[in-house]
C-alpha cells in the first residue's frame, strides 16, 4: 500500500513538470527560506562594559582597517590625477623605451605649456646630452606623442575642477583669490586613510559637553602626505602660504574630481563591501571629503556614558563602538570571520579575569 502511494506521489511529480497535472496539483515549489540570522541579547551600554565593548572595536577596526588598505594598495594606479587630467597635472620621469640606449626615441618632450620634462637619458654622468641632442629630442617626441591628447576628457575634467576650487577656495576658510595655474604639481597616486572625526554635543540632564567622536570604521581618504590635519593647521596659521594652502586644498579636490570622472572606481568599492561617498565638514567650508565605509554598523555610546566617561579621562573625546549586534546582523561574507574575532576577543577578556 505504501509502495502504491509513493509511486503516485512520483506519478504526480512527473506531470506537474510537464504541466499535464490536475489545476489542483499544480503547486509552485516552495520559495527557498532566507536564513535571517539570530541577534543575540545584549546588555544596554554602561560606562562599566565600555572598555570591554572599545577592545572589541579595536579588533574588528584593525581586521577591516587592514582589508581596505590592500584593496586600495591594489587600486592605487587608478587613483593617479594624470590618468584623468593628462599633462594637466606635472609629469613623472617617463620615457618611451626605457631599454634603448640614449638617444631622440628615449626622450619625452614639453607639454603643452612649453615645460620640458625630466630626461630619461642612458649615459655616464661624464658625459651629459648636448644642447643639439636634447633639441633633437624634443623635436622627436613633440612629433610623435600628442600629450595633449594622450587623456580623453582631460580639458573637461579641469573644468570641472576649476568649477570646484573657485566654489570652495574663495570662499571662507580658506579665502584664497589665486587660481589653478597648469600643470598642477601633483606626483602621487598613494593613497592613505585615517578614521572620520566629527564633533558632537551630548547632553544628561542640565549638563551639556562638546565632544569629538571618533567613528572608527569610517575613513577619510586622501592623497599621502596630504591629510585633513595638515590643511587644519594651515587654516589656522595666520602666517601661511598662500601657495601651501592651495596645494594641499588641490589634493583632496583632484581626489574627488578623479573619482567623480571614474564611476568604475566607486562600483568596484561598492562591490567589495567599501562605499565611498561624500561628507562635508563645517570646519571646512564646502570642501567634498572623500569618505570609505564599511558593512559593520558602528553606534555613539549614550550621553550620559560619553559624558561620565569624558569626566574620567579629563578628555573631551570617545568613539563609537562596535557591538555584538551590529556583528551578527550583517549580510555579509565578513560576518563569520568578524564574529571569530569577537569571540577570541571576549576568551582573552575571561582568561585574563
Do not use: C
Not at 509513493?6 to 496539483?25: M, V, Y
Not at 622627436?140 to 576628457?153: H, Q, R, T
Not at 589634493?251 to 564611476?263: A, E, G, I, P
Amino acid at each position: 500500500m505504501a509502495s502504491r502511494r509513493s509511486g503516485r506521489r512520483r506519478h504526480l511529480a512527473r506531470k506537474r513538470e510537464t504541466g499535464s497535472a490536475p489545476k489542483e496539483d499544480r503547486k509552485a515549489p516552495a520559495a527557498p527560506t532566507t536564513v535571517v540570522p539570530q541577534l543575540p541579547v545584549e546588555a544596554p551600554v554602561t560606562l562599566a562594559r565600555l572598555r570591554h565593548y572599545r577592545k572589541l572595536t579595536k579588533a574588528v577596526s584593525v581586521h577591516l582597517r587592514a582589508q581596505l588598505g590592500t584593496v586600495l594598495e591594489t587600486l592605487t594606479p587608478l587613483f593617479h590625477a594624470e590618468t584623468v587630467f593628462g599633462d594637466y597635472v606635472q609629469k613623472s620621469v617617463l620615457s618611451l623605451k626605457p631599454d634603448v640606449e640614449a638617444g631622440p626615441r628615449a626622450q619625452l618632450g614639453p607639454d603643452r605649456w612649453g615645460r620640458g620634462s625630466e630626461l630619461a637619458v642612458k649615459r655616464e654622468a661624464a658625459f651629459p646630452p648636448t644642447v643639439k641632442e636634447l633639441q633633437d629630442a624634443r623635436k622627436y617626441a613633440k612629433a610623435n606623442i600628442s600629450l595633449k591628447e594622450a587623456v580623453k576628457g582631460a580639458d573637461r575634467a579641469f573644468h570641472d575642477l576649476e568649477d570646484l576650487y573657485d566654489a570652495v577656495a574663495k570662499k571662507k576658510p580658506y579665502d584664497l583669490g589665486i587660481g589653478l595655474t597648469p600643470p598642477l604639481p601633483i606626483n602621487t597616486s598613494a593613497l592613505e586613510i585615517l578614521p572620520f572625526d566629527y564633533p558632537f554635543v551630548a547632553r544628561s540632564g542640565r549638563q551639556t559637553k562638546r565632544v569629538m567622536v571618533t567613528a572608527p570604521l569610517t575613513w577619510i581618504v586622501t592623497y599621502a602626505g596630504f591629510p585633513l590635519a595638515r590643511l587644519r593647521a594651515l587654516i589656522a596659521d595666520p602666517n601661511r602660504s598662500r601657495d601651501e594652502l592651495q596645494r594641499v586644498l588641490t589634493h583632496h579636490l583632484l581626489l574627488h574630481v578623479v573619482l567623480q570622472r571614474k564611476s568604475g572606481l566607486s562600483g568596484l568599492l561598492q562591490a567589495l563591501n567599501f562605499p565611498a561617498k561624500t561628507e562635508t565638514v563645517p570646519e571646512f567650508g564646502e570642501l567634498p571629503l572623500t569618505v570609505i565605509t564599511s558593512a559593520v554598523k558602528t553606534e555613539r555610546p549614550p550621553d550620559e556614558v560619553i559624558l561620565e566617561s569624558t569626566d574620567l579621562s579629563g578628555v573631551d573625546a570617545t568613539e563609537e563602538i562596535v557591538r555584538v549586534t551590529n556583528v551578527a546582523g550583517m549580510v555579509d561574507s565578513r560576518r563569520t570571520r568578524l564574529l571569530e574575532i569577537i569571540e577570541a576577543e571576549k576568551a582573552g577578556e575571561s582568561g585574563d579575569a
